[in-house]
């Protein structure tokens, strides 16, 4: 099979990294890819938001499946054009990718169905919404309502700050047109989880469950990132837990969309917050996370191709995916700054070294590739994963593969694995 997926950061080269074991893959092509990516697939200077480029390429191409990754494309309706072009394409439709799109909608649909969730208010008038936090408890949660890279959230200690997220947001636009309606809502308590599952929009099966590390300094300090590590397995999600999440959370999603006829088909990221009343969702995210993808895929046995042709002929049912039983720890290696300003263009070395070790797989995020050397060409540069029986081998591992790799200006966090 000739397969495209669409996208060009860590997440992506995961995937096609799982893809390229696949006895049924031929070729796969990359839109627009990675200096990584670039030794596993053929990059095409094709933007990632660019439905008619990538719908005319792979009309050209005769492609028999498009793999959609990132959610701006996906919310876009980039699924909805090419099955209208008769291409088979990973993903949701506009209709349903419209859960992570606008966190009000996905609220909504908690709320009427009875899905464990913050309480919260939506609004679309900044003068309102101040009126509100006046009489609200602190700390709150501010969140732009569309797509915001993963920064649109502000957790505000106070009413001062509260008042600030409100006007940065709605009347400053720091997040664009994702801040023209907000969410407030209440500050819930308790270890976060991600469970990424695929879903054919009658079964869903959960993946292994991972945690991730947002804050860009040790100590969950410093500013929220796209994410600065990941582990697989979390260590406070229990059996007990998944059965919880299984029968009150994931099935009545599942449930839920199709009975708004958004029927949901690919992958949906369940962002959990294990509290003293029980799970509740944080957030959804209509796709494979990143950087939890590249814990969560080094697990799976199955074939990732087999499960992605299942969710699309709808018979997820009828295989059986299996994952392995150790654990994977995932550290991202990036620019110094991120996720504020930083340089790019400095030679990475020691890639090859670190993945001397058969148990290290090195996902690149931001990296370009000139006459067979790497540069750093992104904010999150590399993501450096280890595989071993139990998660204190694999931090162990990951960071001596860390420990072989240098650029100018790197920064990584010393205390992944350990929440």
Request: aromatic share 8%.
């Amino acid at each position: 099979m000739r397969i495209l997926v669409v996208g060009g950061g860590g997440r992506e080269h995961a995937i096609v990294w799982k893809l390229a074991q696949s006895p049924k893959v031929e070729k796969i092509y990359c839109a627009h890819g990675n200096g990584g990516i670039a030794a596993l697939a053929e990059c095409i200077p094709i933007k990632a938001t660019d439905i008619e480029g990538v719908v005319r390429f792979s009309k050209e191409n005769k492609l028999d499946m498009v793999v959609v990754a990132p959610d701006d494309p996906l919310a876009a309706g980039m699924v909805d054009a090419l099955e209208a072009e008769g291409i088979r394409a990973f993903g949701p439709r506009k209709n349903a990718a419209v859960i992570e799109a606008s966190k009000s909608f996905s609220k909504d649909l908690m709320r009427k169905y009875g899905i464990p969730t913050a309480q919260y208010e939506v609004f679309d008038n900044s003068e309102h919404a101040i009126e509100y936090l006046r009489h609200q408890k602190y700390p709150i949660v501010v969140k732009a309502d569309g797509l915001a890279l993963g920064k649109g959230v502000i957790i505000a200690h106070g009413f001062d700050q509260a008042h600030e997220a409100v006007n940065s947001i709605m009347e400053d636009k720091v997040f664009g047109e994702a801040g023209s309606k907000i969410v407030i809502e209440e500050f819930m308590v308790g270890p976060e989880v991600s469970v990424l599952a695929f879903t054919d929009g009658k079964t869903v099966v959960p993946m292994v469950s991972s945690q991730d590390h947002k804050r860009a300094l040790d100590n969950d300090e410093g500013l929220n990132t796209g994410g600065m590590g990941t582990f697989s397995p979390s260590r406070v999600y229990t059996p007990e837990v998944a059965d919880y999440c299984m029968e009150k959370i994931f099935k009545p999603t599942i449930y839920a969309m199709n009975k708004e006829n958004r029927k949901f088909k690919g992958v949906l990221y369940f962002g959990l917050m294990i509290t003293a009343d029980g799970p509740k969702v944080l957030e959804y995210n209509a796709r494979f996370g990143d950087p939890e993808t590249q814990v969560v895929l080094p697990r799976l046995q199955t074939d990732l191709l087999e499960i992605f042709d299942a969710v699309i002929d709808e018979r997820l049912g009828e295989i059986e995916i299996k994952w392995n039983d150790g654990a994977a720890v995932c550290v991202i290696m990036a620019s110094g700054g991120y996720p504020g300003k930083y340089r790019t263009g400095y030679e990475i070395s020691g890639i090859a070294d670190a993945e001397h070790d058969p148990g290290i797989v090195v996902f690149h995020a931001g990296t370009s590739c000139e006459n067979g050397k790497y540069y750093t060409a992104g904010g999150r540069v590399l993501g450096v994963t280890a595989m071993e029986e139990n998660l204190e081998k694999a931090i162990k591992k990951a960071y001596e593969g860390v420990n072989k790799i240098s650029f100018a200006d790197m920064h990584f966090r010393k205390d992944i694995g350990r929440k």
